[in-house]
């Protein structure tokens, strides 16, 4: 059988929606053979390229607007390209469409009843519209209602990466849904840290979803020698997100270190280097609906993380984490810091890496999901 990936992402490896669906690729069944139509401009100047044995074609939806009707348009019509393009190829026997807009996942709901294409979604998030440009009542987020209300419940074959997004679709009355988790193919075991300094991590983009605000008054306050170095924002930004920050600025030299933006490589060595992983989310729909990848990317270097209780993540966190709420750090995790690494074992990293975020810990769900989608 022959499937095409496509939706909103940067193929092959521009963003972690890439990763995604890449890796929920490789746990299909192996009779299935998958081409990607991904959202990036074109990959090394070529809009057909193969990468690790797959047809790979660059649709450019995400392609920048010189004015703002054009921005408009582009955001309303994305996936336009790529339904032009898919009128062109040969026919598939199932299409998954990564969350997917609103006109596109209607559009491509009614060309697959058409052609009698199997269609899955393959959804990952559901913003806050208050974090969305224009504010709770801006275009944006009328789009973003408009799909997770009305659009997507219509699809009868849903992944989803949360227990929260598999109730909601299932109270919608969809009855093929399999939760797959973010995967990894790699689990590397990382060396006994120096444990004379505690260096903690944060890597991710910074804002409207990851708070960080009270780690760093924690490393700043702190008497024990604790270091933090966080990836992903550069020193100014920082403190633009965290302006009631600034009487701190100048005392965090020696502790606190900004890397802004990293290659594959950096963060690796970060994460290799790091006591801890840090990160927190306030407890709102953006945060239940996913599933945070800087967990499982922790979690594959053997590094333990420290983050609040939100969402799924509190099934996963025996022997691997610290769960704990930002207004706690300064009485307990200290506490908790020394009783993780005290009971450390790297065989906790390992059993929950290879039976929850592994490839093959996603095939037989998957392989049962597949057989619903052709009875």
């Known amino acids: 059988m022959k499937f095409l990936y496509t939706g909103a992402f940067r193929f092959p490896n521009q963003d972690a929606a890439a990763k995604r669906v890449l890796n929920v690729s490789k746990a299909l069944p192996d009779n299935i053979e998958v081409d990607f139509a991904g959202w990036e401009e074109n990959y090394k100047e070529d809009s057909v390229y193969s990468y690790q044995g797959n047809k790979c074609f660059s649709q450019a939806e995400f392609l920048s607007q010189p004015n703002m009707l054009l921005r408009l348009l582009s955001f309303l019509f994305k996936g336009w390209k790529t339904l ?9 026997d199932g299409i998954i469409v990564y969350n ?22 393959d959804s990952t998030e559901w913003y806050e519209s208050a974090h969305l440009i224009g504010g709770r009542y801006g275009i944006a987020a009328i789009e973003n209602y408009l799909r997770m209300k009305c659009v997507y ?9 949360s227990a929260f997004l598999e109730k909601y679709f299932k109270e919608k009355g969809v009855k093929n849904i399999v939760r797959v988790l973010p995967l990894s193919e790699n689990f590397e075991m990382q060396s006994t840290p120096d444990l004379s300094v505690i260096k903690l991590v944060y890597i991710g983009n910074l804002g409207k979803k990851d708070k960080l605000d009270s780690i760093f008054s924690f490393v700043i306050n702190h008497n024990r020698a604790i270091e933090l170095d966080i990836a992903g924002v550069d020193e100014k930004d920082f403190f ?11 005392k965090h030299n020696n502790l606190i270190r900004f890397h802004g933006r990293i290659g594959s490589d950096k963060v690796k060595q970060l994460y290799l280097q790091a006591t ?9 729909r953006y945060a239940l609906a996913g599933f945070p990848t800087k967990f499982i990317e922790s979690v594959c270097f053997s590094v333990p993380v420290i983050t609040n209780p939100v969402g799924d993540i509190v099934n996963f966190s025996n022997g691997v984490a610290i769960l704990i709420e930002p207004e706690d750090l300064d009485d307990k995790l200290t506490l908790e810091m020394n009783k993780l690494l005290k009971e450390k074992k790297l065989s906790h990293f390992q059993n929950v890496f290879e039976q929850s975020f592994s490839i093959n810990s996603a095939k037989s769900a998957l392989s049962l999901f597949i057989s619903k989608v052709f009875e």
């Open 84 to 92: 032009k393009w898919l009128k062109t190829r040969e026919r598939y």
């Open 100 to 121: 997917p807009p609103f006109i596109f996942a209607l559009t491509l709901l009614v060309y697959c009843k058409i052609k009698n294409i199997k269609l899955i979604l």
């Open 153 to 161: 419940p219509l699809f009868t074959n849903i992944i989803v990466i």
């Open 240 to 250: 633009i997100i965290y302006p009631h920050l600034l009487l701190h600025k100048g």
């Open 276 to 284: 801890f992983s840090v990160f927190f989310r306030e407890e709102k």
